[in-house]
C-alpha cells in the first residue's frame, strides 16, 4: 500500500493526481487488498465551500489529505477494518476555520493572565489587579485586556487608582485594542517614566493637569515600560503556545495567521512542527523593520510546509479608534483636539516607503494595519506606488482591519487587488461607542463588509485574538446580526453592512486561506486538499442567526487528525 503514503505531503497538483489515479485503479480493482481510507466522517450535512460540488454527505480521508467527497453510500466503499468512522448524525460539517489576524502566543500567554475583559467597574478592575499582585508579590502583573466603556463616565484609570494595592509589585496592563495601556508607579520607577519624559514619535503619555503621567500610555509610548519587563522563560512560552493550540482545537481554528510573532515565537513554532507537536496551522508574518532577517534567507510569499510557513510582514500605520489613536482626515468627536497618531513605523514616511518597497522586491507579502480613514488612504497610496515600481503581480497585499473607509476609497481597494483582514467581532464591540467618537457620517462606511463585497473587494476574516475572543462562531453572530454587545441594536448596527452565513463562512475559509496563498490547499472539502473540517452542533445555515452564538464545536480535526471531540469514533 504504497500509493497512501506517497499522497501525505504533495503540493496540491501531485496530490490532485494521486487521488485521480488512485479511484480509477481501485474502482476496476476487486482485489481485496485495495487501500482504505484512515477517517471517514458519514451522515453529515457538509457544506464543503467548493462552488463546484457545495454540498455532500460523507468524506474520507487518506493521511492528512481529503480523498472521497459524496454520498453516504459511495463513501462508505472506502471502509476499511482499520478506518476511524465519525457518524456525523445529520450535524454540519465545514472546512476548518483559518483565523486571518491573531496574535497566537500572546493569545496563550492571556489565557494565564489577570482578565480584566468584564471588570464592570474601576473598583472591581482595581480588586483583581490587587488579587494577582497578592498572589505573586513581586512578579509583574501583566495582561488585562481591560475596556474604560463598561464603566459609567467611560473615565480611563490611573495609577493612583491600583497604586494602594500593589506597592512594590509592577503593574502593566493593557486596554483591550492592544493600543493603551496602564502602568502603576512601580513600572513606571522601573521604566524611569517621569514628568520630563517626552511622548516618544507615534505614542503619547496621558498627563494630569499639573503635567504628571497618569499612568496611562498609548501606542509607541508603551514601549517604554515594555522595555523593561522581564522575558518569558521558555517554559512559560511554551506552556501557553500548547494553551493556545488547545484552545484553538476547541473553537474548531486549524490554522492561524500569526501577526508581529517574534522570531524566539517563530523558532518554537518550528521546534513543535518538526515533533509532530504543533496542532495548528500557522502562517506567520514577524514586523516588516526586520523584513530583511527573511530576505537574506530567500524566503519568499508563502514559503514553508502545511504546518508552519513564512513569507509575509506585518506593519503598522496607526493605533486604534478606543485609544482615540486611529488617524483619520477629521478630529474625533468627542476629543476634537487629536486627529489619531501615525504609528512610529510611518515617521518619516519616506522610510516606510523605502521598506516595503525592498519589502516587496524580495518577494515578500506586505500586511499593514490601518484603522482611521487617512491611514487607510496613505497605506494605498504606499501600495500603488509600489505596484507602479515593480508591475503587477500575485502579491495578495493586505490592510488589517480597515476598519473606517472613505468613500472612495473602496474602489481603490479594488483597483489595488488589496485583501480586507477584517474582524466582524470588533463591530459588535465598538459600535456601542463608536458613533459618539467619529459620528454618524463617518459610521456609515464603518467596519463596512458589505460594501467591500460590492467593490470585489476580497475579505479575510479574523479574531484579533487576544483583543477579541478568538471564537469563530461569536465573529459569524457578528457579521450576520451586527448586534452590538450592549443589546441595544438587535436589528444590527449599521445593519446594511451585514453578511449573510454563507459570505462570512466563505471568508473564514476560502478568503483567509487566499490571503495566506493556500486556497490550493485548504478552504474547502476538496479531494486532494489537506483533511481540516470541524464538525458543529447545529446548521448555522438554518438556524436563527441570533441563535448562532449558542453553536458549538462537536469535533475538530486536522490534517485527518481528530485533535478536539466531543463526540463518539468507531471502528466497522
Known amino acids: 500500500m504504497i500509493m497512501p503514503r506517497l499522497m501525505k505531503l504533495p503540493p496540491r497538483p501531485l496530490a490532485l493526481a494521486l487521488v485521480a489515479a488512485l479511484i480509477i485503479m481501485t474502482a476496476c480493482s476487486s482485489t481485496p487488498d485495495r487501500p482504505h481510507a484512515d477517517l471517514i466522517v458519514t451522515n453529515a450535512k457538509i457544506r464543503t465551500m467548493d462552488t463546484d460540488h457545495p454540498a455532500a454527505e460523507a468524506v474520507a480521508v487518506l493521511g492528512d489529505r481529503i480523498f472521497a467527497v459524496g454520498s453516504a453510500a459511495s463513501v462508505a466503499e472506502w471502509t476499511g477494518p482499520q478506518t476511524t468512522v465519525i457518524d456525523a448524525r445529520g450535524k454540519l460539517l465545514l472546512p476548518g476555520f483559518n483565523d486571518a489576524h491573531v496574535h497566537f502566543l500572546a493569545g496563550g500567554m492571556q489565557l494565564d493572565n489577570v482578565d480584566l475583559r468584564d471588570a464592570a467597574t474601576p473598583a472591581e478592575f482595581a480588586r483583581r489587579i490587587a488579587e494577582r499582585a497578592a498572589a505573586a508579590p513581586g512578579d509583574w502583573v501583566l495582561g488585562g485586556d481591560w475596556d474604560e466603556q463598561r464603566w459609567e463616565g467611560a473615565e480611563l484609570p490611573t495609577a493612583d487608582l491600583i497604586d494602594p494595592e500593589t506597592g512594590a509589585t509592577p503593574v502593566f496592563v493593557n486596554r483591550y485594542d492592544g493600543h493603551m495601556a496602564l502602568a502603576n508607579s512601580a513600572a513606571l520607577q522601573l521604566a524611569g517614566v517621569t514628568a520630563k519624559t517626552a511622548d516618544p514619535p507615534g505614542g503619547s503619555l496621558v498627563r494630569d493637569p499639573a503635567g504628571k503621567p497618569t499612568g496611562i500610555l498609548k501606542d509607541a509610548a508603551m514601549a517604554l515600560v515594555q522595555k523593561v519587563v522581564p522575558p518569558a522563560s521558555p517554559e512559560r512560552r511554551l506552556r501557553a503556545v500548547k494553551r493556545a493550540m488547545e484552545h484553538a482545537a476547541s473553537l474548531g481554528v486549524t490554522s492561524v495567521q500569526d501577526m508581529n510573532p517574534s522570531y524566539a515565537d517563530i523558532s518554537l513554532y518550528a521546534e513543535l512542527a518538526e515533533r509532530g507537536e504543533l496542532l495548528t496551522r500557522i502562517y506567520a508574518a514577524p514586523m516588516e523593520t526586520e523584513w530583511q532577517d527573511l530576505a537574506r534567507l530567500g524566503i519568499r510569499r508563502g514559503f514553508g510546509s502545511s504546518s508552519l510557513r513564512l513569507g509575509a510582514v506585518k506593519g503598522f500605520a496607526d493605533g486604534s479608534l478606543g485609544s482615540t489613536t486611529a488617524y483619520f482626515f477629521e478630529p474625533y468627536n468627542d476629543a476634537p483636539e487629536t486627529r489619531g497618531l501615525l504609528s512610529d513605523e510611518m515617521q518619516p514616511l519616506w ?33 500603488d506606488d509600489i505596484r507602479n515600481a515593480h508591475g503587477k503581480t500575485d502579491r495578495r497585499l493586505r490592510i488589517e482591519h480597515a476598519q473606517h473607509v472613505s468613500p472612495q476609497d473602496f474602489a481603490r481597494f479594488a483597483a489595488l487587488d488589496v485583501i480586507a483582514s477584517v474582524q466582524p467581532y470588533h463591530a459588535i464591540d465598538d459600535g456601542r461607542w463608536a458613533e459618539k467618537r467619529i459620528g454618524a457620517e463617518r459610521v456609515k462606511t464603518t467596519y463596512a463588509f458589505r460594501t467591500f463585497l460590492d467593490h470585489k473587494v476580497r475579505l479575510a476574516l479574523g479574531t484579533d485574538w487576544p483583543v477579541a475572543p478568538l471564537s469563530p462562531i461569536l465573529n459569524l453572530y457578528a457579521a450576520v446580526t451586527r448586534a452590538t454587545l450592549d443589546g441595544k441594536n438587535p436589528a444590527g448596527w449599521v445593519p446594511e453592512q451585514k453578511l449573510s452565513v454563507e459570505e462570512t463562512v466563505a471568508g473564514m475559509t476560502l478568503g483567509s486561506a487566499y490571503a495566506e496563498f493556500q486556497e490550493k490547499e485548504k478552504g474547502s472539502i476538496t479531494p486532494g486538499k489537506l483533511a481540516d473540517m470541524v464538525l458543529l452542533n447545529a446548521d448555522v445555515f438554518s438556524i436563527d442567526p441570533a441563535a448562532i452564538r449558542e453553536v458549538k464545536v462537536e469535533a475538530t480535526i486536522l490534517g485527518g487528525r481528530i485533535i478536539y471531540s466531543n463526540f463518539e469514533t468507531q471502528k466497522p
Open 351 to 383: 522610510a516606510m516607503r523605502d521598506r516595503l518597497m525592498k519589502a516587496d522586491a524580495a518577494g515578500l507579502q506586505l500586511c499593514i494595519h490601518a484603522i482611521g480613514d487617512q491611514a487607510i488612504a496613505i497605506v494605498l497610496g504606499l501600495f
